[in-house]
């Protein structure tokens, strides 16, 4: 049969201080199942300490602890981690729940506390297997115990807590006011392949978070693992290592062009500003929001780039005199002034329709959503009218090279890879996690290289 306990202690002496939370009697590994149990939270579990779940596999009948061939694993159902802001109406003074609980107001924001994982999978390896003794792998020779019986040595069932299920959206902060907490228990079989291979996985995801990853980047990758069948996952892979490799393309050659600039006759200045300031407003967004580290680095380097473009733009030179810079801009001549006059006309257009619409959104968001800060009111507020109207920046080169009746003078091999993975993003905005309306505005990017690629035409 199979009995699930729960203690305070890493290490089970005896009986005493353990509760028996599960007990399946007549326990069929071939069967699987799912239950849901009330576990009682030991005051000093309650007091920011850490609860253990010990789940045996034994004789009917008998104690486990007094069978010689019980077989046990250990698993914490506590993890630490820093709780989330609690958001709030910022005129008001509201929270999402009414109220704030006492314990909540006394923990720093930056202090990790004691979490629940309300989810645990458990597995019994079923499959046959044959091998040389002296050879065993090591990765399945830790999770067997071995019993002799008579002459003959004998390996018991092969027991397996699934860690990659357990993920960061199913914790629960645990209160000092609460005695018991939901578990759900699930169990299912597992192959011998799958067991390897699973194994493998989760000392991955223990190695990043030895290398300095959060919690919450670790999570990102067990969602990879857990969330997606086998197929999908070889996508996954084969679309971000050409995402990675398109990136490295579009910044190398996008750099190496603006570092033979020297003119600026048909180029957009107050494009290139605008998707300055927007690149560094979405960077900022997907920092407040904890975004996959997948989608957060090439955004960082995107917007150190950029700021670059705007100095190279502008013509900015900068000269020390002492500790103090001075900073000059370069003339224009007379092409690069016909240039500058179509921006700003197309810029006009533009302002009658984008202010009203961003002023009234960030109206909107202040009175009716709730936000963890100002700050983060504030970046929402630009990153939501980047993602909904950033686009129409895009339109002034466009306007631009309608003028001109030339696209001669834009970088075509970066268009071309920033392209390319503008198609990648449609398919990533289906796989990473991310804000949906970073999700919208990948789609959004394609109409635009369409209309640039048409101007070329």
């Not at 353990?18 to 199942?33: C, G, P, Q």
């Not at 006009?348 to 936000?371: H, Q």
């Not at 075509?412 to 392209?419: D, G, I, R, S, V």
Request: with cysteine; glycine share 4%.
């Amino acid at each position: 049969q199979l009995s699930m306990y729960t203690t305070t202690r890493s290490n089970l002496g005896a009986e005493s201080n353990i509760d028996l939370v599960l007990n399946v009697k007549d326990f069929d590994i071939e069967s699987k199942f799912e239950r849901t149990v009330n576990v009682s939270v030991p005051k000093k579990t309650r007091n920011n300490g850490t609860l253990y779940a010990y789940i045996f596999l034994h004789h009917a009948g008998i104690l486990p602890w007094h069978d010689s061939k019980q077989v046990h694993i250990v698993s914490p159902l506590t993890t630490y981690m820093v709780p989330k802001p609690e958001e709030i109406n910022l005129l008001t003074g509201e929270s999402a729940t009414q109220q704030i609980e006492a314990e909540k107001q006394t923990n720093a924001l930056d202090e990790p506390v004691s979490h629940w994982r309300s989810r645990l999978t458990l597995n019994v390896m079923v499959e046959d297997f044959v091998f040389d003794g002296s050879s065993l792998p090591a990765d399945v020779h830790r999770y067997m115990k071995m019993v002799q019986l008579g002459k003959t040595v004998h390996y018991l069932p092969i027991l397996f807590i699934d860690q990659l299920s357990n993920r960061v959206k199913d914790l629960m902060v645990i209160n000092r006011s609460t005695t018991e907490l939901p578990l759900t228990v699930s169990y299912d079989k597992i192959s011998l392949g799958k067991l390897r291979f699973w194994i493998h996985m989760q000392d991955a995801v223990y190695s990043l978070q030895q290398f300095g990853f959060s919690e919450k980047d670790a999570d990102e990758v067990k969602g990879i693992f857990v969330d997606t069948n086998l197929y999908f996952l070889a996508l996954t892979f084969f679309v971000a290592a050409f995402h990675l490799l398109f990136d490295f393309l579009a910044f190398k050659n996008d750099i190496s062009f603006w570092k033979k600039k020297r003119s600026m006759i048909g180029m957009s200045t107050k494009a290139v500003l605008w998707r300055c300031f927007s690149t560094v407003v979405i960077f900022l967004f997907l920092l407040d929001e904890q975004t996959s580290l997948l989608v957060l680095i090439p955004a960082g380097i995107g917007a150190v780039i950029e700021l670059w473009k705007v100095k190279k733009a502008l013509k900015m030179t900068i000269k020390w005199q002492g500790l103090r810079p001075k900073i000059q801009f370069g003339t224009y001549n007379d092409s690069e002034k016909k240039t500058e006059e179509y921006d700003t006309q197309a810029m006009k257009y533009l302002s009658y329709l984008l202010y009203p619409l961003c002023i009234g959104g960030a109206g909107y968001s202040l009175l009716n959503v709730k936000y963890k800060s100002w700050y983060s009111w504030l970046i929402n507020s630009f990153v939501n009218g980047v993602y909904a109207f950033g686009f129409l920046f895009m339109l002034p080169q466009l306007f631009v090279n309608y003028k001109m009746k030339s696209v001669a003078h834009l970088p075509w091999k970066a268009f071309t890879y920033k392209a390319f993975n503008t198609f990648i993003d449609d398919i990533f905005a289906f796989i990473i996690t991310m804000p949906t309306s970073h999700r919208l505005a990948c789609f959004r990017d394609d109409v635009v290289f369409l209309v640039y690629l048409y101007q070329r035409w």
